[in-house]
């Protein structure tokens, strides 16, 4: 740290032209590699940075015909859209809906792959273990599209009668329960918003236990056996060991992870509730990407879409850094 | 290690094994489902007979998806998709990454493109602005909106660059001294010595390509240039499938099979086939994924 801020204060010193000139030196010396870098320089500059100059279309009313630039700007000194946003009476809905479903998906996942992890780290036989950690990954290869594909065909349902006897447009889950007796009419889940944050948490903890457990797994997998051993003599139970050794081994691993899940809470992407969403289940399944999904590109307004996606990521890039430091003052780890 | 055989001990042995044989028939079970009603008769699936495996085995919804619909296409767009979204991020990463891993002392201006990278880390302009880059360069409807605008992924980019930055300098301090310049140290040393980190980056990139379907839903129109995923979409989701059949002659399809498909085990059947490459390949690949996650894990 200290070399690092002498450096610092060093090339403060010498001053701009300095370090241009030295720069300017290098180049000339290695222009291969300066060659090497063009094209992803460019690719970041065309898909990153223009749109993010592209953002000024926030401000502007926005007329497709002028264009970003010669657009005039909006009302209220360019903020009418974020203002429109903040009084958008479902707003807060969209808000809520984001986190909730963000929270949800760390209090189930966050556990569950831990335990995962314990328990497969307990496993006596090496070939067993591969074999279910394997298998637990498998889930992570799937696409969203076809996940989401599986759900609506197991879920499905036409509303037969269980005394029709023909499950036609029955899902497995509505035959299922239809030949039970549990229900005498199939029920339309995927309609119903009562069970939409069930079945969007259900399948990512399907998909993501057993790669979410990974970083555990390869943490646990260096501890000293020695250890163990020696609370073994000292006559602790498998469980205690569990508790006071394995646990405490992926303390500052759980810690920065969840750390960071928490900064991610307002950032949860489309893809899966865009394709899980109906029109009957907005009211818990309209998150804010997807809010912004349907008026930028459903609806063609992108100064206003712009305006709500600008606003989130304002948020996102708040509660990150927020993020960032608590991780480096409560563990001495840090992402940046 | 010494063998804990007490009763407690025995006991969480049991817990354990049940937890996961559990989780491995919830894993292993929707998939095994979707095959057998795939190649099951409608008829069985009708009456609700299947559980677990096939019932009165038959091939029809295939024949239906491979003779009539949109997923042959679909299928074959998806292979060139990924094969050229690959090679092309491939090439973009391994070389904007191999000068980043480099000391600042050989690199020019290493510091302000090491900020340019970072800042996409943390910073995405959305949706709107860009797709209407995308527009603007009249991407829309071919095959570049697709690989283009996420031709590098940051993530994978750092990943790149850790694998670099394990070859120690010294290497090439003494090919300097051998007289090789900075391009046959790129193309004789470092790339033979990385044919591993190509390869993790490589699979990242095309299982990522091969299961996306957003970019084509936003920047296709064209419906013969849509990839596989968003096909699935189309067929599962908006009930295409039943359209699509009514509009060729259900009866036709009836007469030219000898017997009647259900719309439902078709879907399963579309299903089946966009999930099983990955099934197939998965096991093979999922080794450098997690060497990927762990070297990627260590920053960022």
Redesign the interface.
């Known amino acids: 740290m200290a070399s690092k801020a002498k450096a610092v204060e060093k090339k403060e010193k010498v001053g701009i032209s300095a370090w241009w000139k030295t720069?300017?030196r290098?180049?000339k010396r290695?222009k291969?590699?300066?060659l090497?870098?063009l094209?992803?320089?460019v690719?970041?500059?065309?898909?990153?940075?223009?749109?993010?100059g592209?953002?000024l279309?926030a401000f502007k009313d926005f007329k497709p015909a002028l264009g970003?630039l010669k657009s005039p700007w909006a009302e209220s000194f360019g903020f009418e859209h974020f203002i429109r946003f903040l009084q958008t009476p479902d707003m807060l809905n969209y808000v809520w809906n984001t986190i909730a479903l963000s929270l949800l998906n760390i209090v189930w996942l966050f556990p569950l792959s831990i335990i995962?992890a314990l328990?497969?780290n307990?496993?006596?036989s090496m070939k067993m273990k591969k074999i279910?950690q394997?298998?637990?990954?498998?889930?992570h290869?799937?696409?969203?599209?076809?996940i989401?594909?599986?759900i609506?065909?197991?879920l499905s349902s036409q509303g037969t009668l269980a005394s029709a006897?023909?499950?036609?447009?029955?899902g497995?889950l509505n035959?299922l329960l239809?030949?039970i007796g549990v229900i005498d009419q199939g029920i339309a889940f995927l309609d119903n918003p009562a069970y939409f944050r069930t079945i969007y948490i259900a399948s990512d903890v399907?998909q993501g236990?057993?790669w979410s457990a990974?970083?555990y797994i390869?943490a646990l997998s260096g501890v000293d056996?020695e250890l163990?051993?020696a609370a073994?003599?000292d006559g602790a139970?498998?469980?205690q060991k569990m508790w006071h050794i394995s646990v405490q081994v992926i303390r500052p691993t759980i810690v920065i992870l969840l750390v960071m899940q928490i900064g991610k809470i307002m950032s949860l992407g489309?893809?899966k509730a865009?394709?899980l969403q109906r029109e009957t289940t907005y009211e818990k399944s309209q998150i804010l990407s997807t809010y912004?999904?349907s008026l930028?590109?459903g609806k063609g307004e992108?100064d206003y879409?712009?305006a709500v996606?600008?606003f989130?990521?304002g948020i996102n890039?708040i509660l990150?850094l927020i993020a960032n430091f608590i991780s480096k003052k409560m563990t001495e780890t840090s992402?940046? | 290690?010494?063998k804990?055989t007490?009763l407690?001990?025995r006991l969480?042995?049991v817990i354990?094994f049940i937890?996961?044989l559990l989780?491995?028939i919830?894993?292993?079970y929707?998939?095994i489902?979707?095959f057998s009603v795939s190649v099951s008769s409608?008829t069985a699936?009708?009456?609700?007979l299947?559980r677990f495996l096939p019932v009165d085995f038959t091939l029809s919804a295939y024949k239906v998806v491979f003779t009539a619909g949109t997923v042959p296409r679909s299928f074959v767009n998806s292979v060139i998709y990924t094969a050229v979204y690959t090679v092309v991020s491939l090439?973009?990463?391994t070389?904007?990454a191999?000068?980043?891993s480099?000391s600042s002392?050989?690199?020019?201006?290493k510091a302000f493109?090491s900020v340019?990278?970072?800042?996409?880390m943390?910073?995405?302009?959305?949706?709107?602005?860009?797709?209407?880059?995308v527009r603007n360069?009249g991407l829309l409807d071919s095959m570049w909106a697709l690989i283009?605008?996420?031709?590098?992924s940051t993530y994978n980019?750092v990943v790149m660059r850790s694998f670099f930055q394990s070859v120690p300098e010294t290497l090439e301090e003494a090919a300097f001294i051998d007289g090789a310049?900075?391009?046959t140290i790129?193309t004789k040393i470092m790339l033979p010595l990385s044919k591993a980190a190509l390869a993790t980056v490589g699979l990242f990139y095309g299982?990522y390509m091969?299961?996306?379907?957003?970019s084509a839903m936003?920047y296709l129109a064209d419906s013969s240039k849509f990839p596989l995923?968003?096909i699935?979409?189309q067929i599962?989701?908006q009930n295409q499938m039943a359209a699509e059949l009514a509009a060729m002659g259900d009866t036709s399809m009836q007469d030219a099979l000898g017997e009647s498909v259900?719309t439902?085990t078709v879907?399963?059947a579309t299903?089946f086939i966009?999930?099983i490459p990955?099934?197939i390949v998965?096991?093979f690949i999922?080794k450098h994924?997690?060497k990927g996650?762990?070297v990627g894990?260590v920053?960022?």
């Open positions: 720069e300017l290098k180049a290695s291969f590699l300066l090497l870098m094209p992803g320089f690719y970041y500059i065309i898909f990153h940075y223009v749109p993010m592209g953002l279309i970003i995962l328990f497969i307990e496993m006596r279910v394997t298998i637990s990954y498998l889930p290869f799937v696409s969203v599209a076809a989401a594909g599986m609506t065909l197991f006897g023909s499950y036609a447009n029955e497995i035959q239809l030949k399907w236990i057993g990974i970083v390869a056996q163990y051993e073994t003599l139970t498998r469980v489309s893809d865009l394709l912004i999904y930028g590109i992108f879409s712009s996606g600008l989130n990521a890039v990150v992402l940046f | 290690m010494v804990d007490s407690s001990s969480l042995d354990i937890t996961l989780l491995m919830v894993t292993l929707p998939i489902y979707i409608s699936y009708e009456a609700g299947i090439a973009l990463t070389t904007m191999y000068p980043l480099r002392s050989r690199v020019p201006f493109f340019v990278v970072v800042v996409t943390f910073f995405n302009a959305g949706i709107a602005p860009n797709y209407l880059v360069l283009l605008p996420s031709a590098v980019l310049n900075e391009i790129f299982v091969w299961n996306s379907w957003f936003l995923q968003l699935i979409r599962i989701m259900n439902e879907k399963y299903l966009s999930v990955m099934v998965y096991p999922q994924f997690v996650v762990m894990g920053k960022g």
